[in-house]
């Protein structure tokens, strides 16, 4: 998880109950858990997505453009405002996913969002380079916390080529108030009962096992947004 800048190819599919059963049933053979997945439970992500005043960022981004870019703050489950978090950028242009993080503590990040100064000692090492672009971004569009979005996470690492890498997602929970990741994890529930989010992950082809497994189930990709569903169903509901 501390890998602070990748390029790959990122690609979701909706998983019934049955789907993520047959999943399971065949992934020890091919893939490894994640060392979080403690004894088979899965662990909390929490993000505070930022945008502008009028939802800029994600607005663009349901329009399906070539380029699209989303910046948040994210912690493995809920932290102290001594804890360290990861402020990140998420850009994704012709299919290719590129994410840029550095880290945090959590009070310096509150303070950063409130004052938009990179702290100039920081209580624990940051990228610079990074934080140099996640900071012209913020400038740019002025972004602020919008929205809280958190899920619990399985995710597991091919045995041969850690470079293929799966997620399953259930619990997604999101709000627009309380945005803070040191309190509890909480929120609407943007998946219906039965539905699990897979992501495949790899910087180059699947292995032949996965794309049968697909195959088989007849189960395909999906342009799903945590996010953009997120403000969806804010809109219809306002």
Not at 57 to 65: D, G, M, V, W, Y
Not at 75 to 102: I, P, Q
Not at 198 to 213: C, D, G, S
Request: include cysteine; charged fraction near 30%; proline fraction near 3%.
């Amino acid at each position: 998880m501390a890998i602070e800048v990748f390029n790959r190819r990122e690609i979701k599919y909706m998983l019934t109950d049955e789907d993520r059963a047959a999943l399971l049933s065949i992934i020890g053979e091919h893939m490894n858990s994640d060392a979080f997945n403690k004894d088979g439970k899965p662990y909390s992500i929490c993000n505070l997505y930022l945008d502008t005043e009028s939802d800029e960022l994600i607005r663009k981004s349901l329009e399906k453009p070539e380029f699209k870019e989303k910046i948040r703050l994210r912690s493995y489950g809920r932290v102290a405002l001594t804890d360290k978090v990861f402020l990140e950028s998420k850009k994704k242009f012709d299919g290719v996913v590129n994410k840029r993080r550095t880290n945090f503590i959590l009070q310096d990040a509150y303070d950063y969002f409130n004052s938009l100064s990179i702290p100039q000692n920081p209580s624990v090492k940051m990228n610079r380079h990074v934080m140099k672009e996640l900071d012209y971004i913020m400038h740019f569009y002025r972004l602020k916390p919008k929205v809280f979005i958190s899920y619990d996470r399985w995710a597991f690492f091919e045995k041969e080529n850690q470079d293929f890498r799966l997620t399953i997602d259930t619990n997604i929970q999101t709000r627009r108030e309380d945005l803070r990741l040191d309190s509890p994890a909480y929120g609407k529930q943007i998946l219906q009962k039965g539905q699990w989010l897979m992501e495949a992950k790899a910087f180059k082809a699947f292995p032949l096992w996965f794309v049968r497994f697909l195959s088989e189930r007849k189960i395909y990709s999906t342009s799903f947004s945590k996010y953009g569903t997120e403000y969806k169903n804010y809109i219809k509901e306002n």
